[in-house]
């Protein structure tokens, strides 16, 4: 509980973590999403885990416990103190050397915002995928159609094509779930409002992972120059590109690799920390 507000996870606690790993996932799905299901081996939780991390994948304010509450989540901040919130009775003060926040999808709206806040002060590095400055001209109509009760036509193969780069298990809906209705107003001002002001504002190392087959933002070498560029306090930006991946990075054939890669940033990200608080 959160105040009066339940909110729900799926975690993996190690005894004596490097860190802690705030996994958000995006809309319509859940913290599932990083446990994939009837493929362990694709699983973040437990990859993490097994390198010494607990991993908080929450369900996002909206959904998972909290659904029934999604009238007084509108407001951005209400948000992202509902996020610490869970974390903070979910692990306590048993954090290692900080958090990591790992964000896919319409949760990076809510990833970055937490990366920034006043209390985000442990937060050693981000990880942003499924997220971009402009849509591919194709995905346009298809997602100004798009809302919490109504999915157009179009929509599934934006974010599940090409099937052969996932597991059968996760084409079946089984991580299918309800949107929230505050994301209407977050993707419509996403791309061209909020992504560049909450950027500016990160001040830890950034790694943008973008899929090959990437079927709803602009992926051109340029747009990756227009994202990086958005991140002007951050100490460095670095672009991951994942071949024969598809949106759903972290439900893919190729998650243990995208994930390997996230888990050796977060190495990377404890280092620069460390070294930072030894100079300071």
Request: aromatic share 6%.
């Amino acid at each position: 509980m959160v105040g009066a507000v339940p909110m729900s996870a799926l975690v993996a606690e190690v005894a004596e973590p490097r860190a802690v790993i705030v996994a958000l996932h995006g809309g319509a799905t859940s913290a599932q999403y990083f446990d994939c299901p009837g493929q362990p081996r694709l699983s973040l939780l437990r990859m993490a885990a097994s390198q010494g991390y607990t991993v908080v994948a929450l369900d996002r304010p909206g959904y998972g416990a909290s659904a029934l509450y999604q009238d007084e989540m509108s407001d951005a901040e209400r948000r992202v103190e509902l996020a610490f919130g869970a974390v903070d009775k979910i692990v306590g003060s048993t954090r290692g050397a900080g958090m990591f926040v790992m964000a896919h999808s319409a949760g990076c709206e809510l990833g970055l915002r937490m990366a920034v806040d006043e209390r985000s002060h442990g937060v050693v590095g981000v990880e942003v995928a499924g997220t971009g400055l402009r849509y591919n001209a194709e995905a346009k109509d298809v997602i100004s159609q798009a809302s919490t009760t109504s999915r157009p036509a179009g929509l599934r193969d934006l974010l599940w094509q090409p099937t052969e780069l996932y597991p059968a298990e996760v084409l079946t809906g089984a991580l299918s779930a309800q949107g929230s209705a505050y994301e209407a107003e977050v993707t419509g001002n996403w791309p061209r409002r909020d992504f560049p002001v909450v950027a500016a504002q990160v001040t830890v190392p950034v790694q943008f992972s973008v899929a090959a087959h990437e079927g709803v933002w602009e992926s051109t070498p340029q747009a990756l120059s227009d994202i990086a560029a958005l991140f002007t306090s951050a100490p460095g930006v670095r672009i991951n590109e994942m071949a024969d991946s598809g949106h759903n990075l972290s439900v893919g054939l190729t998650a243990a690799t995208y994930h390997a890669r996230v888990l050796s940033f977060v190495d990377e990200c404890l280092a620069i920390a460390m070294s930072r608080r030894r100079t300071n």
